[in-house]
């Protein structure tokens, strides 16, 4: 069985503060994919990233970083300098080959006060 | 920019009314989805399909019944509206293999059912 686990279900930060959201994923399949997507307040979901399981390196994009450990099966989220425009809930979501939709986790409600 | 459409936006409506949530998609993508969300954040599959004329429920069960008679458009519909289907509705879309590539979704449902 597999299980995604997003234990901070809110997180509230200053602006320019750093902030890491945390995601667990517990499987014994040996070949995943690891997404993250944003959900702002008008709602829809936004692609932010997609990692394979048999890739480790750490990736950056602007001040976004993700930081996947396969052995402690975590893929972290990092947002460095945190903007209010940042607010909003941010989603792990795994999926396998041949699977026909995503799993989501609950959630990370992020609030990034000015 | 995704190009996926849903309308209405918000829907309020009275018990024992059927309703039918549009969603539709520009990008000719084969697989398409319907996802509830709860007021905790949750997201859950109610339906997919890999393309025309093919439809699956998903892991949430739902009395809400969908169809796809086009690429492009795959409509929910609920015969009679209840309380208990007060929720958000997303509606994605994707291609390629399964499981790999990422899901576009379009800017959700609001349905509110008195």
């Known amino acids: 069985a597999q299980k995604v686990t997003q234990a901070q279900t809110e997180i509230s930060v200053v602006e320019k503060e750093d902030v890491t959201l945390d995601c667990v994923y517990e499987?014994?399949?040996?070949?995943?994919?690891l997404f993250w997507y944003k959900q702002p307040p008008s709602g829809e979901l936004v692609f932010l990233i997609r990692?394979?399981?048999?890739?480790?390196q750490n990736e950056i994009s602007g001040r976004y970083s993700w930081n996947f450990q396969k052995s402690t099966s975590s893929f972290n989220f990092t947002i460095t300098a945190s903007q209010v425009v940042d607010s909003a809930v941010y989603f792990c979501?795994?999926?396998?080959?041949?699977?026909?939709?995503?799993?989501f986790g609950s959630g990370t409600r992020l609030q990034v006060q000015p | 920019e995704a190009d996926i459409y849903q309308t209405p936006r918000y829907l309020v409506i009275g018990t024992g009314k059927k309703i039918t949530l549009e969603c539709s998609q520009t990008?000719?993508?084969?697989?398409m989805y319907w996802y509830q969300q709860d007021p905790g954040m949750e997201l859950h599959l109610i339906h997919y399909?890999?393309?025309?004329?093919?439809?699956e429920k998903g892991d949430l069960s739902s009395e809400s019944t969908v169809s796809r008679i086009r690429t492009e458009h795959f409509p929910l519909t609920l015969e009679s509206a209840r309380p208990s289907h007060t929720s958000q509705y997303l509606c994605?879309?994707?291609?390629?293999?399964?499981?790999?590539?990422?899901?576009?979704f379009g800017p959700g449902t609001r349905l509110t059912v008195l």
């Open positions: 994605a879309s994707t291609t390629g293999e399964g499981g790999y590539n990422e899901q576009f």
């Open positions: 499987t014994r399949d040996t070949t995943y994919y």
């Open positions: 990692r394979n399981s048999f890739d480790e």
């Open positions: 979501a795994p999926s396998h080959p041949g699977r026909r939709a995503l799993t």
């Open positions: 990008m000719g993508h084969d697989k």
């Open positions: 399909s890999y393309g025309v004329n093919s439809t």
